[in-house]
């Protein structure tokens, strides 16, 4: 172990790396014959750290281990220096499995003796600049400069990344000067109702393959880690025969929870990968585990698939192939890959668990206790059956089947074992036959396992694919942790409005447009994505901007008397038109009363003028939006304790003033009373669930002003009739969103997002 661990270090890899590879036995082989290859070539300290990095890397992903001694040659030759050559070695070695090996077409095919001059890679670029010149000079820097990197790359496949980029950034330079101030402002806004990202691609645009290249249908085998067998291309022939070559996807949720916001990101890929790329996709719920699945939960993930705008081609579920997952392990057992095992599931948890002494048992005995197992014949944790391989992560021999007596939601009693996730889902996406197994980047470590049961029983096997996965701040998305909210009394339920369940977020007034424009900025990342709230809340912002149409509310009521109006308002009501977008009043208007009595925000009266304030005070008259008047402080009216309680005022129409007022605020009429629920964020830190941020846990970090019930606000009655969730902007307050709580005597509404950004917040 020390030996090795000094071995491992001596190329480049940190203590702790070393300390992690050596416990995946299959890498830590491979490695070690990788080093001693290339040392035959250098001597012990001739393997540097680039050259190191590249046999790691090469080892790790390399599952043919006769072209390892082949492979670190290359390596140690300095002929492989890069990793894109290392990729398309791979690449070449994966999809000529005979023996023996062309080495000149391996050459050509890695770029092996190429050399790129500097001449060449100005030339290149030169030409992909004149080709984008037209643009360039209109849209200066910001101009999509990926694209100049990505054509020129292509033009020059073997050459170095950082050389091209400086001579992208010198050439860029030497055509538009350096930046300006117009260039350092900050870029416009995209159109509200595109899926722009910040490069300017749609999310469709992107899944189509823009940004990641995946295998095409039946060409599986190309895939870095994939392992060939050989009944591979016959199953891919009988899988094209299937699907007709059109690529399959699967959403696959456990039913013990409602979806978060980064399920949204998982919603979009797998549904929209499909759909960018005209393919299926399938809602396959994992109901694996029926201690924990309730019928409102499979209720919910549909409703919130359905509400991002995704229909499924097929709504299964893992226990639609109970019977042959069931044959499937049998049949596993009889290939000798699988065994029943006794070991408790303490000593089952964690990576360094102790070997089975029941490994080796006989297959025989092995399907009679699995045969037992699935009597009911044996209690809880007293059998488990094991599949025999290693993970990537080292974790040895993974759980197939575990005993639960516990009636399954859709199968009942018929069952007492149940198949893991580890075993299941591989399986499930081979019966489906789902071309692209699309997944977060937490489940790489399976990978190998994945393609490792596919072939261990010899049926089709599909490709998993990992892309990072979306986090948020400010908040926490574990099942766990908002079943500890919602017992604790911290929230109402998962669909409070201060969490980030999709279902919270429907009902806080969040547009799904909004949530899929989000994702598509966040882009299709590899790496893990955390972003802060107040990006979401922007692309909120710019779909209701378009689409809530105005409406008044006070918030804060001030009763106003308008003195020089008649007191009867049956005959001297005026009605006011207000357009439902004032920057496209095409859109459509509607009309509110004005009449004597009026009310305003509290806080748009100041009693003593005060340097910089621009509305209501006893010397400053102000103007009412969309009426046509000012009017003036008459009378200022307190209760006992000296606190203003009502105005008397006059007014004239803001045609006859002498000059404009300072600022027109909003008003209302013969106002409809509602409930306003304003929210702000739950948590106080950044990352709640981080010790080192909040040494207490995460229900020590509630911010206690998350929620704010106002009951008695006011709003104009335009909004009389309004629907659960439908929007409004309640001028110069918010958009708000009505409550499923309202009722036909009281509507409630919830504040989605203010109408900017509050600093404070960033």
Request: proline letters at 5%.
């Amino acid at each position: 172990m020390a030996d090795a661990l000094t071995l491992f270090t001596s190329i480049g890899l940190s203590e702790q790396k070393a300390k992690e590879t050596l416990k995946n036995e299959a890498l830590s082989s491979a490695l070690k014959d990788a080093i001693v290859q290339a040392q035959r070539v250098h001597g012990p300290s001739g393997v540097d750290k680039a050259m190191g990095t590249l046999l790691y890397s090469m080892a790790s992903r390399l599952r043919d281990t006769k072209r390892l001694a082949f492979l670190s040659d290359h390596i140690a030759q300095r002929k492989i220096c890069t990793e894109l050559q290392l990729a398309a070695a791979l690449d070449f070695v994966k999809s000529h499995p005979q023996d023996p090996m062309n080495q000149k077409e391996f050459e050509d095919a890695c770029g092996v003796g190429v050399v790129i001059t500097p001449e060449q890679i100005e030339d290149a670029v030169e030409s992909v600049i004149k080709k984008h010149k037209e643009q360039l000079l209109k849209e200066r820097y910001r101009f999509n400069m990926g694209l100049l990197m990505g054509e020129a790359r292509t033009a020059l496949k073997w050459a170095d990344g950082k050389i091209i980029k400086n001579e992208v950034d010198m050439q860029v330079l030497h055509l538009l000067g350096p930046k300006t101030e117009a260039d350092l402002e900050k870029k416009p806004k995209v159109t509200p109702h595109s899926e722009m990202n910040n490069e300017g691609k749609s999310l469709m645009e992107q899944l189509r393959g823009e940004a990641l290249k995946f295998h095409k249908p039946g060409e599986n085998y190309k895939t870095e880690g994939y392992v060939v067998t050989p009944n591979t291309m016959n199953l891919l022939k009988k899988h094209l025969e299937i699907t007709g070559g059109q690529i399959r996807t699967r959403f696959p949720p456990e039913p013990n929870g409602i979806l978060h916001i980064g399920h949204a990101k998982a919603i979009n890929f797998n549904f929209g990968y499909a759909k960018a790329n005209s393919g299926i996709c399938f809602l396959r719920y994992d109901d694996t585990n029926p201690e924990k699945e309730e019928e409102k939960y499979f209720t919910a993930i549909r409703e919130m698939v359905e509400w991002l705008g995704y229909k499924p081609y097929a709504i299964t579920h893992a226990s639609d192939n109970f019977q042959q997952l069931y044959d499937l392990a049998v049949d596993l057992i009889r290939r000798g890959h699988a065994y029943v095992c006794h070991q408790k599931g303490e000593e089952l948890k964690g990576h360094n668990v102790p070997p089975s002494p029941w490994r080796d048992r006989p297959v025989e005995e092995s399907l009679i206790l699995f045969e037992r197992m699935k009597k009911g014949l044996y209690a809880e944790g007293e059998a488990t059956l094991r599949m025999k391989m290693v993970m990537e992560d080292g974790k040895m021999d993974p759980v197939a089947y575990r005993i639960k007596y516990t009636p399954h939601h859709r199968t009942g009693d018929e069952w007492c074992i149940y198949p893991t996730y580890d075993y299941t889902h591989c399986l499930c996406d081979s019966i489906e036959n789902i071309t692209h197994s699309l997944c977060t980047k937490e489940f790489q470590a399976r990978r190998s396992s994945y393609f490792w049961l596919c072939n261990a029983l010899d049926v089709y096997c599909p490709v998993q694919w990992e892309y990072g996965r979306l986090n948020l701040t400010y908040t926490v998305v574990s099942k766990r942790k908002i079943i500890k909210l919602v017992e604790t009394g911290i929230v109402r339920d998962w669909d409070d409005p201060r969490l980030f369940t999709l279902t919270a977020l429907r009902r806080r007034g969040f547009p799904a447009e909004a949530i899929n424009n989000f994702c598509a900025r966040v882009g299709v990342t590899v790496a893990q994505v955390t972003m802060e709230p107040h990006l979401l809340e922007a692309c909120v912002r710019d779909v209701l901007n378009e689409t809530a149409p105005r409406a008044m509310a006070v918030l804060e009521p001030l009763k106003v008397t308008i003195t020089n109006l008649p007191e009867n308002a049956k005959v001297c009501t005026l009605y006011v038109r207000v357009p439902d977008f004032p920057a496209n009043e095409a859109k459509g208007s509607h009309v509110v009363p004005f009449t004597r009595t009026i009310f305003i925000e509290q806080s748009d009266f100041r009693e003593v003028m005060e340097k910089g304030y621009k509305r209501l005070t006893p010397e400053q008259p102000v103007g009412l939006r969309h009426a046509g008047y000012v009017i003036f402080v008459q009378r200022v009216i307190k209760d006992s304790q000296g606190k203003v309680v009502a105005l008397e005022v006059t007014c004239c129409s803001s045609t006859e003033t002498a000059e404009k007022p300072k600022a027109f605020i909003h008003w209302v009429s013969q106002p409809l009373k509602c409930e306003v629920r304003l929210y702000e964020r739950l948590f106080l830190h950044r990352n709640p669930e981080d010790p080192s941020e909040v040494p207490g846990g995460f229900l020590s970090d509630i911010n206690p002003n998350s929620l704010q019930v106002i009951s008695s606000a006011f709003v104009d009655s335009s909004v009389k009739g309004a629907k659960v969730f439908d929007k409004f902007q309640f001028e110069r307050v918010g958009y708000f969103s009505l409550d499923p709580d309202s009722t036909a005597d009281k509507l409630v509404f919830n504040r989605t997002v203010t109408l900017k950004e509050d600093p404070g917040k960033i």
